[in-house]
């Protein structure tokens, strides 16, 4: 296309139907090629001065494989919009000293890494949405925590340690393990010295069928069956919607909120109970209050709400054995939402008192995947399971439980212990055969009820593997001694095998005419005295007793770590061996160094997308009176004002806390964070680093909508236009459906913080730091330096504000579609379902050339498309991968996508919107404003706008094809499509 | 001499070139665009309020720069459009300040017909020169 400059016309090499190289050639300095992901006809559309922008930032120092273009790229100010780069951390000696490595130290590929939940994953499978178990060095206690990064790197030696109880490991000779003198390399330790070890493994977590738990036509026929209709009120549809805000309606088996479920069951059908009568509905669970924190979490991790409450309660019960009457504190935890006990329910949890009801393990769990029947039966056990306990001090007795029910449902309960047996046999763990217990008779006020007791053989190994692989959950204590007796009973292996070899030698010796006095003295060791040898000798019979060495209490106090239920274990042998593989390693690393080149990002803009219930056919007689409030209430346009009255110590509050700090000041609702990206605060914020006339210019504007392509959109989806229905449903999504759609970003103030700091670079970025750069419109500088750090956390404020601005605009769009239809806003369904921005730079591990680096990837007019798993997707979408919202013109329509397999070829990067392919100046020249308004309304949208000219700018003309941007990222596998979106109304500024 | 919008360069944004007899008034005529790219009608600004500021600067590209964004300044904070702005240029030592008084008044969306509004005036392809006795100099504007 043909501009007022002439720009250089580059060659382009096709490397797909999507993608198009330009050679490193086409411009003297550019480090790496450019690559244009676009089909022929959007790659003929675009102008030449997109490839001249474009090829200045593949100038750029430590830029990494490509710079590249997203199919809606159009020439801007810098880089284009649509432009992508990455810049390696480690490029160009700007490395400071204090760097927080993430030196790649590493684990064999095999190495089983611990969830929270007690499932192990191989390292080399491991992915970002995994809870890893670490121990907190200061509070010497277990937490959770989430990997920051995931390294892989090729190995030549590797390095592997066994302990006295039997632990093994692989790892290269850098990495660090915990030993008593804190973390201390492989390479460097000795035999004998003492590592952390833990006598915790669980089972692992993989599904080898992939299987649906839960469906919406599941629920609805639940529901059916259990009589919940609309006929009174609407229980149904809000039963059903609740569970679909909280993306709970389909579940599959790799789903990561499945486990959580599992567990859950588990533990009511111990210590728990669902109440649904029409005057309550209430899911409670008994136990200690730290377990009933941890319970809540779960709870709170899918989306509910609960409350512990603790009261003294006087108990009197009758039992076999007389009446038995006790003080005590009751802690409960009550979930009252009827939505998470017809979930349940669903998945085959009893409604109602226990002892009243038969009921089984549900199907699904005992023909399902091993580490379901382990989160079942954990949980289960935490609430039910005696605890490990020794009879000697040495040998521990048979843990057991038991079930009580009403004499005639004594079958049901019966079978129900028996469905235990049958998991803990499948998790290869050999029972003793129930019994009926006449002690467990007891008379209550529904009558006797009477009890089974099933108990697990205390042979050492099979409680080796029980501790060891199924244990307890939601009870931290149980699960802290599961752990210590399953190494404590290793630790009496280990000193029965030496007891062995050292009788076997004894006798050998003494048989070969030695002097017994002799043997006893050569052979003395820790692990055998004198009595023992000389039993040895004179008393051969049987396998050796253990005797004489720590009782499990006294080994649990002499080498557990604090409480964390991890121990002190010596290594018996280190070995070196050739090694030709990959070695991975899970790091929690630091922000770290790289150039930052500012004119790339500056306004921080990005989209918001909101849900509601509505349909359109609710909202076609209100669309104009909605609208106009819309516009009434956000302002929009040049000059335009905030209605906020904020001074600018809120306002540097705000810059540093974003959507967090409208939220706490009444703009929002708590669950909006959840579904904005970072949480919707960039934390390393620092507004110090910001000028004062930034703050001016933000404190007149915040709450606006600007003009230019920033707009708000009332949109629904077409019947037929939902392209993955599988995760439209999920996502709250379907036919019809009424959504919202808005752009803007940080304001004045974030170009006024841009401006700022282009001109500290330009006047440091040669003289101090010898960059040059093709535009002054790039001037950057080295992350590490004072003025790149200053940028860092001023970015940080702008970042802050776009995501502050689209909180507030979305509190007065809840506002006015609640004046509009005179209903609450929640009862509309104004969900948010996300929001992204897409001019950011952001840190990520990014893998190039089968090494794992750390990049800072600048997107300027990119959205971020994570394939699934991720951890910069909010947890509620990890396991799908992130959704992409992408913005079409005001005539055309819009999408929603999810990150695709082949984002990584792009660092995560995607399209964003059409694309422009006419200048505005153009347009104006070329669009009459009012036609346009005319001919949109005659076409069922109507556009609400304060400039006729404005609109013509922004007409659909003045944009590339949208269905044909989006083809070209989906045929790329970029992202996919979820759904597309046709505008009913528009708000423009 | 004066200005003139660029239709096929920055397509996402707008740019313009202005023309002058000396260095003041590429930076007035510069002004003029500026108000011209948010307002159809700049004739119809009224002059009834007037700011007064200088900028320096070293380099005569972010001379042009910083008094763009001192305009764009006005607008976000105070809504002010200016129609008039009178430019005195001194180069001391090694060092170019322009003494600047503009003269408008509030947006009115009711006179004024809006078209865009401008975020912020970059550097990018930013040229202040002058050949042969005439002045002249291009700009992006964001949008």
């Not at chain 1, 790229?73 to 700007?94: K, M, R």
């Not at chain 1, 004119?599 to 209100?622: A, E, F, Q």
């Not at chain 1, 110090?688 to 708000?712: C, E, F, P, W």
């Amino acid at each position: 296309m043909k501009t007022d400059i002439d720009f250089q016309e580059p060659k382009f090499t096709k490397i797909s139907d999507t993608i198009w190289e330009i050679d490193k050639d086409f411009k003297q300095g550019m480090r790496v090629p450019v690559r244009v992901y676009a089909t022929e006809k959007l790659l003929k559309g675009m102008d030449s001065q997109v490839f001249d922008q474009i090829s200045n930032i593949a100038v750029l120092p430590g830029i990494e494989k490509y710079a590249f273009v997203m199919p809606d790229g159009h020439s801007g100010y810098s880089s284009p919009i649509g432009g992508v780069a990455a810049f390696d951390v480690n490029n160009g000696g700007i490395i400071s000293p204090g760097i927080v490595g993430f030196d790649i130290n590493c684990l064999h590929s095999s190495t089983r890494i611990l969830n929270r939940h007690g499932l192990w994953k191989p390292i080399k499978d491991f992915d970002y949405s995994d809870t890893v178990i670490s121990l907190d060095y200061k509070s010497e206690t277990e937490k959770h925590t989430e990997p920051m990064l995931i390294l892989r790197k090729g190995a030549n030696t590797i390095t592997k340690i066994t302990t006295y109880c039997g632990k093994n490991i692989l790892l290269t000779k850098d990495h660090p393990v915990l030993t008593k003198n804190g973390m201390v390399k492989a390479g460097e330790l000795k035999e004998r010295e003492e590592i952390a070890i833990s006598g915790f493994d669980g089972v692992e977590y993989r599904n080898n069928q992939h299987k649906k738990i839960v469906t919406e036509t599941l629920l609805i026929n639940f529901m059916d069956k259990l009589g919940i209709t609309n006929e009174h009120g609407n229980a149904k549809t809000q039963i059903l919607n609740s569970l679909k805000q909280r993306m709970l309606t389909e579940i599959d088996s790799d789903d990561n909120r499945l486990p959580i479920l599992i567990k859950l069951m588990g533990f009511v059908f111990g210590d728990g109970a669902i109440v649904s009568t029409p005057k309550t509905n209430t899911l409670s669970f008994y136990g200690k209050k730290d377990d009933l924190k941890n319970i809540l979490m779960d709870v709170n991790e899918l989306g509910f709400k609960g409350k512990i409450y603790s009261r003294p309660r006087h108990s009197r019960i009758n039992t076999a054995y007389g009446v038995s009457e006790f003080d005590c504190i009751e802690h409960s935890l009550h979930v009252q939402n009827k939505s998470i006990i017809i979930l349940l329910a669903l998945l085959g949890t009893p409604i109602g008192k226990k002892t009243k009801i038969a009921y089984r393990v549900p199907k699904w769990i005992i023909n399902g995947e091993k580490w379901m029947m382990r989160l079942f039966i954990s949980a289960y056990f935490g609430a039910e399971l005696s605890k490990p306990q020794t009879n000697n001090g040495y040998n521990f007795s048979a843990p057991t439980f038991s079930v009580n029910k009403l004499e005639r449902l004594e079958r049901s309960a019966l079978l129900f212990i028996k469905d235990i047996q049958f998991i803990l046999k499948e998790l290869g763990i050999e029972c003793i055969n129930p019994t009926r217990v006449k002690g467990y008779d007891y008379f209550g006020i529904d009558g006797k009820s009477v009890g089974f007791r099933l108990g697990i053989k205390s042979n050492t190994k099979n409680l080796i593997k029980f501790f060891s692989e199924v244990g307890y959950s939601y009870n931290k204590e149980r699960e802290r001694l599961g752990s210590l007796a399953a190494v404590y009973l290793q630790y009496l292996n280990a000193v029965r095998e030496k007891r062995e070899i050292i009788k076997r030698s004894a006798i050998e010796m003494y048989t070969g005419r030695g002097s017994a006095s002799r043997i006893v003295n050569n052979l003395e060791c820790e692990e055998a005295g004198k009595n023992f040898i000389y039993k040895s000798i004179f008393d051969s019979r049987g396998i050796p007793r253990i005797y004489g060495i720590e009782r499990f209490e006294e080994f649990c106090k002499s080498r557990e770590i604090g409480t964390s239920g991890l121990v002190y274990d010596k290594i018996i042998n280190i070995e070196e061996s050739k090694f030709d593989g990959q070695v991975y390693d899970l790091s929690m690393a630091d922000e770290n160094h790289n150039f930052l080149a500012n004119g790339v990002l500056v306004s921080n803009c990005g989209m918001r997308l909101i849900t509601t219930n509505l349909t359109i056919k609710d909202i076609k007689p209100k669309i104009k009176e909605l609208t106009d409030n819309l516009f009434n209430k956000v302002p929009a346009g040049v000059g335009s004002k905030s209605k906020l009255d904020i001074d600018k110590k809120d306002f540097k509050n705000l810059s540093e806390e974003g959507a967090k700090w409208a939220i706490k000041k009444g703009y929002g609702w708590k669950e909006d964070l959840g579904s904005t990206e970072l949480g919707g605060v960039a934390d390393w914020a620092d507004s110090s680093k910001i000028s004062d006339m930034a703050i001016s210019r933000g404190v007149k504007q915040i709450g606006t909508l600007g003009s230019g392509n920033h707009y708000l959109e009332i949109q629904y989806i077409k019947p037929g236009d939902i392209k993955d229905n599988k995760l439209a449903k999920k996502w709250g999504l379907f036919p019809n459906q009424v959504v919202i759609m808005f752009h803007t970003g940080s304001r004045g103030a974030g170009h006024q913080i841009a401006s700022d700091y282009i001109q500290t670079f330009l006047s440091v970025m040669e003289s101090k730091y010898r960059i040059k750069t093709q535009d002054k419109e790039l001037a950057c500088a080295p992350f590490d330096s004072k003025e790149g750090q200053d940028y860092y956390k001023a970015m940080g404020c702008g970042v802050n504000i776009s995501f502050a601005n689209r909180q507030l605009i979305l509190h007065k769009l809840r506002e006015a579609f609640s004046e509009t239809f005179k209903k609450d806003a929640d009862k509309l369904g104004l969900e948010q379902l996300f929001d992204i921005a897409h001019n950011r730079a952001s840190l990520e591990m990014h893998e190039i050339d089968g090494e794992n680096k750390k990049l800072l990837v600048h997107r300027k007019g990119s959205t971020g498309s994570y394939p699934r798993g991720r951890r910069e997707i909010p947890k509620r979408f990890r396991n799908d991968g992130s959704p992409v919202i992408i913005g079409g013109s005001m005539e055309t329509g819009s999408y929603l996508m999810v990150g695709g397999p082949n984002a990584p070829q792009t660092f995560n990067s995607t399209a964003h919107g059409s694309g422009r392919t006419m200048s505005r100046t153009k347009a104006r020249s070329m669009v009459d404003g009012k036609e346009l308004f005319q001919k949109m309304l005659k076409n069922g949208i109507y556009v609400k706008s304060v400039s006729w000219s404005g609109l013509a700018e922004e007409s659909g003309a003045s944009y590339k094809d949208i269905d044909e941007v989006v083809n070209a990222v989906d045929a790329a596998g970029l992202s996919k499509k979820v759904c597309r979106f046709t505008p009913l109304s528009n708000v423009k500024g | 001499m004066g200005y003139k919008f660029l239709e096929n360069l920055s397509i996402a944004d707008v740019a313009f070139e202005v023309h002058g007899d000396n260095l003041e008034e590429v930076l007035e005529y510069a002004a003029d665009a500026l108000a011209n790219t948010m307002i159809k009608n700049p004739t119809a600004i009224n002059t009834r309020i007037t700011r007064e500021f200088e900028v320096t600067s070293k380099d005569l590209d972010l001379l042009l720069i910083r008094f763009l964004d001192r305009l764009i300044f006005y607008k976000d904070t105070e809504q002010l459009i200016f129609g008039n702005v009178d430019v005195k240029v001194e180069n001391r030592l090694d060092s170019w300040t322009a003494y600047c008084t503009a003269k408008g008044e509030k947006l009115d969306p009711a006179r004024h017909q809006f078209v865009v509004d401008v975020k912020a005036a970059t550097m990018h392809l930013l040229k202040v020169q002058n050949k042969g006795g005439e002045w002249s100099a291009r700009v992006v504007l964001d949008i």
